[in-house]
Nanobody
């Protein structure tokens, strides 16, 4: 089993930056996938960015060129650097990990609030 703990959220003005961290309770090197989702008020949770099992980063179109996902295997931590933030990025951001055979298991962190003021 894997536990995830996010940190780094907060309030920022439009155009600003934040870096989110997701610390895992075990080695992320062996995970099938690890990434970030977000859920805005009144909306469904949506995928934002992730590393696939091949280590390739992928992003949803709305954040391409602004967000960067990175990882530190030694610290079992995945980061989400968010630049050029706008109010539409306001949401609770969740870290997700998939593990087990074929990534059959999925676990979530508790979420961290990101609020972007105009």
């Amino acid at each position: 089993q894997v536990q995830l703990v996010e940190s780094g959220g907060g309030l920022v003005q439009a155009g600003g930056s934040l870096r989110l961290s997701c610390a895992a309770s075990r080695s992320i090197f062996m995970l099938n996938a690890m990434g970030w989702y977000r859920q805005a008020p009144g909306k469904q949770r949506e995928w934002v960015a992730a590393f696939t099992s091949g280590g390739i980063p992928n992003y949803t179109d709305s954040v391409k060129g602004r967000f960067t996902i990175s990882r530190d295997n030694a610290k079992n931590t995945v980061y989400l650097q968010m630049n050029s933030l706008n109010p539409e990025d306001t949401a609770v951001y969740y870290c997700n990990a998939k593990y087990g055979l074929g990534g059959r298991y999925s676990t979530w962190g508790q979420g961290t609030q990101v609020t972007v003021s105009s």
